[in-house]
């Protein structure tokens, strides 16, 4: 028994003809006759007979045609299964992101990723760029988003946007009233900071060093609704990457741009260079560059501005 000709035989009892049969199936109708004469004499008895209504299922031919449509429907789902895991991916791709990074830089490309390649698990491992960029190179993670430097030695990089500082104050905050305002003026002020786990911890700290200061970070948090709820409420500061302000704004605090010679800092994707990327994480890369419209992995120096 073949599936062909069970296929036949549902059409011609379905449409109670062999030739309607035949015109669905674009099959010749002595094809479709021969098929099912063979599937009664594989069966030991007959399946259909001839009525002025036309051709209809004997007893035996209606219990047949019950099973045949469950297994014909059986066999559409089995395809169609197996269809999806021939056609996508279906490994684990493990992606880091630090909490400091806006989380809508990467909520387009994750969707678009997931209707592509649905049978894909995700796994997003969130830290800071000094343990993400650890993570990469001990390929404990696939692909993570960084803070730039990193050593062009072991990565590729894909830098994706430029971010900088802004200060964050209450909204009584004695500075709140400013909208600009210099490192050198918040020498007095106690600070709320990233741990030493993200890079932007050094990067804070050499930017209060090069105006002759050492910040006084009194609480560290890696998380940045607890920053900004600690800020608002009380007399610290907080710099903080400008895309969060603007993803986490709120009325209870002020954001103020820094003036002076700030420079921007870059973000990228970073993946180990000696290491063949997974068909999983290749493809996520792909989506990256189209989303992030990048045309090739452009070096560091181009993208940082002083």
């Known amino acids: 028994m073949n599936i062909r000709a069970l296929e036949f035989f549902v059409e011609v009892v379905r449409r ?16 479709i006759s021969k098929s099912i004469r063979a ?35 059986e066999m559409k789902t089995i395809k169609f299964k197996f269809n999806t895991l021939a056609h996508h991916f279906q490994g684990i791709l493990r ?33 800071g760029s000094c343990l993400l960029e650890r ?12 803070m730039l430097p990193v ?24 500075l709140s009233g400013h909208e600009w305002v210099s490192i050198a003026e918040l020498e007095n002020y106690n600070f709320i900071s990233f741990s030493e786990d ?10 209060c060093a090069e105006e002759g200061f050492t910040p006084n970070v009194t609480l560290k948090s890696n998380h940045v609704d607890l920053i900004f709820s600690v800020v608002s409420s009380g007399e610290c500061v907080a710099l903080m990457p400008e895309s969060a302000c603007h993803e986490l704004g709120q009325n209870a605090v002020k954001f103020i741009k820094l003036h002076g010679a700030i420079p921007f800092y870059s973000l990228a994707l970073i ?33 940082l501005v002083s």
């Open 198 to 207: 993200y890079k932007i911890y050094e990067y804070i700290k050499d930017l």
């Open 95 to 127: 992606l880091g992101l630090p909490s400091t990074t806006s989380s809508s830089f990467f909520v387009d490309i994750i969707n678009d990723f997931k209707v592509a390649h649905p049978l894909v698990e995700i796994k997003i491992f969130e830290s």
């Open 16 to 31: 109670n003809s062999f030739i309607r049969a035949s015109e669905v199936l674009h099959v010749t109708q002595p094809a």
């Open 39 to 73: 599937l009664e004499g594989e069966l030991g008895t007959e399946l259909l007979k001839r009525t002025s209504r036309g051709v209809e299922a004997t007893a035996a031919g209606r219990e047949l045609y019950a099973h045949s449509i469950n297994i014909l429907n």
């Open 271 to 303: 993946r180990r260079k000696d290491k063949a990327l997974s068909k999983e994480g290749a493809a996520f890369m792909g989506f990256a560059k189209k989303l992030f419209n990048i045309e090739s992995q452009a070096g560091v120096d181009s993208v």
């Open 151 to 174: 050593d062009e030695d072991v990565f590729d990089i894909l830098p994706f946007f430029e971010d900088r500082l802004n200060l964050v104050v209450s909204a009584d905050h004695q």
């Open 135 to 146: 993570a990469v190179a001990d390929m404990d993670i696939d692909i993570a988003a960084v």
